[in-house]
Nanobody, 127 residues
Framework: QVQLVESGGGLVQPGGSLRLSCAAS????????IGWFRQAPGKERELVSC???????????NYADSVKGRFTISRDNAKNTVYLQMNSLKPEDTAVYYC?????????????????WGQGTQVTVSS
């Protein structure tokens, strides 16, 4: 079993930055694809970004069009943690952000199935 814990959310003004962390325990997630999702009130959950397993050597990251150029996903295998750096935040980025791990698909894409989910962290962008 893999446990995922998100942290780093909070209240930030438009244009500000936050870095979300997804800390994994139970198993090393180097070989798992990891995705960041978000869900705003009244909206469906959407994939924000994902990063492939370390066995994938090219095109390892994907981003939703709405966050390209503003968000960066990365992984620190020594810490068993995946990060989502969010810059130039907008009010429409307000949502609960979740990370998820896939043990069944090494290269992440929009249809990657995820086996494990965290509890989420709230991000609010408001002045």
């Amino acid at each position: 079993q893999v446990q995922l814990v998100e942290s780093g959310g909070g209240l930030v003004q438009p244009g500000g930055s936050l870095r979300l962390s997804c800390a994994a325990s139970g198993r090393t997630v180097d070989y798992y694809a990891i995705g960041w999702f978000r869900q705003a009130p009244g909206k469906e959950r959407e994939l924000v970004s994902c990063i492939s397993s370390i066995i994938i050597t090219d095109d390892r990251t994907n981003y939703a069009d709405s966050v390209k150029g503003r968000f960066t996903i990365s992984r620190d295998n020594a810490k068993n943690t995946v990060y989502l750096q969010m810059n130039s935040l907008k009010p429409e980025d307000t949502a609960v952000y979740y990370c998820a791990a896939s043990a069944v698909q090494a290269k992440c894409n929009i249809i990657t199935p995820y086996d494990y989910w965290g509890q989420g962290t709230q991000v609010t962008v408001s002045s």
